[in-house]
């Protein structure tokens, strides 16, 4: 080809590299800054990097990320190579049928792999819990798990299961320009099969597993997707981190992380450049080209001593593989370890080292979106949770369906501080099940900066006049429940008229653009930051909001005239657990007066606790020494002339529910 | 050589038979099923399908943005796929490793970048902000609005009243999501077009020039027809992953631009479970991808499949 360009190639190719360098620069750039925003620089500072370090989370999920993307190569490389000369002896017409099938999962779209893995494991699952019931009760000397879930193993599998088709794909050339002669001639000549294929074959086709494998670690650590659906609740990747982290919070600690990502492989590309340079310069220089690494391994491997050499790497190597797996499970194993989720923004983290430090558990600290999400993610099999924290409505859903382990109370002697006036409520009458861990409204959180008078009414939030500018919240039930009480229905009813009409309000705001998105913790740093003028949320998130808002800003919140809902969230304990004893204590633990007053401090939802809901005034002066300001402690804690204005949802029938589903899916098409 | 190593393919014919075909199967099951929802018995049924209906929407928008998403990358990737071929090796390798670059580190960090830039508040609208973009555009869309209403008065139509903006609406727009796209897919264009057309005979375009062709018809007649393989499967690679994403939508569309991912994830992992229609969805999603896939292979039929790199 021609080797000149014009002047407006190279400027071309330039502006491609800028838009997409830019973005990763801004990254960068962004993770000195001294502040926690994203957008306004503060001065450079160094502690986002030392923060990362202290994030345990984060930390967590770059070294599953690298584990697995590292696993999932060197097996699929290894089964992918084997299955690509066994497919290359194959006639041809079988071949071409399998190789078909080989490409189904590289033509599929991410989501359909994930979702039909998810479905495969989840069946396995149930499957094979029907056999260990079966087979631990007819004999007794070897327990089977009945209960297994997604995690690690199976996001292992699902990356091996997508990556063995790129190795295929990038070994097959390779086979295809091998001359077939080769093979018998070795064998003719007298070579051991084995021999000849590490001397002849292997060589050969060399160039296609490095690319394969190049592929596959590619794929693997960019993937997302099919980690999502296959990795359950309590294994994630740096990119499901980072996904839960957009809906909440998103710290420069990920810019950190990022940057430290993108400036390790630059400077493995560039060792490769420089080396690649430079065997060039000998090339050119005619001298004997050193041999590489690779090649200097598979002529030792295939000299006569090789035998004994090849031997002892494979046994090496199998023995290191189970040395992993062994640390991987042991470290898990040997330690006690309580898997608790709850909601983004819940807890005062503090707390779950103190329990830590107390009783030598490790928490599996797990956050779900909504109740919603929540309940999907227990039935879809991804969940090993121990400890929930759902709300009333969805606690009795929960049991309805048989779902819920009834606690110990005589191990929850931190029971006895609940106020009277949260135990026995109606999605818990006997209080089998649940010790309460929050409580309070739902309301209206407006920007005052941004709106023209103050809003009084749900109507706000269906009204064009801050059109762009509204967030709904991102649950049906609350969703609906706001629609409802604006038309002065009940937010319990179950007539499908009133619903239909709900959610026409909803929808026809949607269709006019009045809503910017659908969040969930997003809200923060949306109504922190100015981005938008009026949300529905819980009174505490408000309370934490206005610790952070940005200058121009002015947060308010509003029970709406319609009257609102009031909820209570508690820990209940998911049947079979596995790890119940240490349930009960972190629930003991987390009822405790002491932890109660953290919390509250730190979410700003009211406790339960009668004790610490008391004495949180005086707790607050003494720690911050001013005056707890008594109209926050009101929008907190909501007195009873509030509450009476408000409705706690109640379940509601699986008909209707399955009515919410349906009109939720319908929003936003 | 022949037969004596089949079994090597033997293990793996297991292996495709418990991950690739038998999930499709529990998929396929799962999108004829759906649950009673008082006894929570499955049974089979068609509803699922049937129903479908109610997501044209969606379907439509996902097919368009993704399909303006591929027309972007292939307008900007072929270019930039072809002049670099004509650049030096050393050059060559240099922009290679810096298109596969980016996505060693995770496509969801490169999204999350895109996020703090087009947001009401981020670093674009700070920026027109700073250099003034937005007070002239308050000072001179009231003209305009103006003229509109004029126009309206005269001929009939609605009347508008100018509302001055604080920042331009980004984020939460399908502009944002196809950026989004472009942004995340557009190294899977660049990549197997490049490979095409770096490998073209130079003889071949030598042997067109020396019989009387000029640049621009060298270029349709010999360059682009060898090159379309690399075109058709830049076009699969970034089409399948643009047409299904859900984190891209749903980061930089807010949940407003509601893509068929969103509607997936939404029945699986999201706030109404329901995987029978997840799972219908995903079936007819797969097989419009397949069918869209065949169709166009058909127009490159008889060449070889480029491979990525």
Redesign the interface.
Known sequence: ??????IG??I??GL??L???L??F??IV?SFNAGDS???WRGFSLEWYAALFHNRLIMESLYT?LLVSLLATAIATA?GT??A???Y???RRRRDA?LV??D??M???????G??????FV?FFQGWGTFAQWFNGVQSAVELPVRLTLGFTTML??HV?FN?PYVI??VA?KLRQMD?NL??AAQDLGCT?MQAFWKVILPEIKPGIV?GA??AF?MS??D??IS??TAGSSTS???MR??SM?KKR?TPE?NAV?TL??LS??AL?VL??VR??RQERRADRQEVREPSLMEKLSMRLSSPAGKWVRRGLTAAMACGFVVVVALLTGATASQPVVNVCSWGEYIDEELITQFEDATGIRVNYQTA??N??L???L??G?ADYDVIVPSDYMISQLME?GMLEELDYSRIPNFQYIDERFRNLPYDPENKYTVPYSWGTLGLIYNANMVEEEPHSWGALYDDQYA?GVLLI???RDALGAALLHLGYSVNTTDEGEIREAFALIAGA?RRGV?????MDQVFQKME????AIATYYAGDYLSMLDNQ?DGVDLRYVIPEEGANWFVDAMCVLKDAPHYDEAMEWINFIASTKANLANMDYIWYASPNAEALEQYPAYYEELYGEELDPELYKIMAAPAEVLERCEMYLVLP??T??L???L???L?? | MKNKRGWFAFPYVIWMALFVVIPIVIMAVYAFTAADPATGATQPTLGNFTGMGLYLSVFLRSFWLALLATLVCLLIGYPVSYWMAKEGPRFQRLAMALIMLPMWMNFLLRTYSWMSILENNGLLNQLFQNIGVIDLYNRIAPFFVDLHNVFARYFGGVETSFVPIYHFQMIGTPGAVVLGMVYNYLPFMILPIYSVIVKLDNSLIEAARDLGADGVRVFRRVIFPLSLPGILSGVTMVFVPSVSTFAISNLLGGGNQMMLGDLIELQFLGGAYNPHLGAAISMVMMVIVVVCMVVMNHFGEGEEQAVML
């Open positions: 080809m021609k080797k000149t360009n014009p190639g190279r071309f190719i491609t590299f838009f997409l360098y973005p990763i801004l990254l962004f994203s957008a306004v990320t089964a084997f299955a000369i066994g497919l002896s194959l006639s399998l099938v080989n189904i999962p033509m599929n779209a991410d989501i359909v792999t979702v039909s893995l998810c479905l495969f069946a599998l699902a299961a063995i794909l990038n050339p077939k093979v018998d099969w690319s190049l592929i590619t650590i960019d997302f997707v999502y659906f990747t740096l990119a980072i996904y957009t998103i990920v990022s990502l993108f492989v630059l590309l490769n450049n690649e340079i979106e909504s919603e999400a309940y999907s993610l039935k879809s991804g369906e762009g991102n649950n049906s949607s809503f910017q998105g659908k969040v930051g100015g981005n938008a940005a699986p008909a529910r399955a919410y589903n349906e939720w899916v319908q936003g098409t």
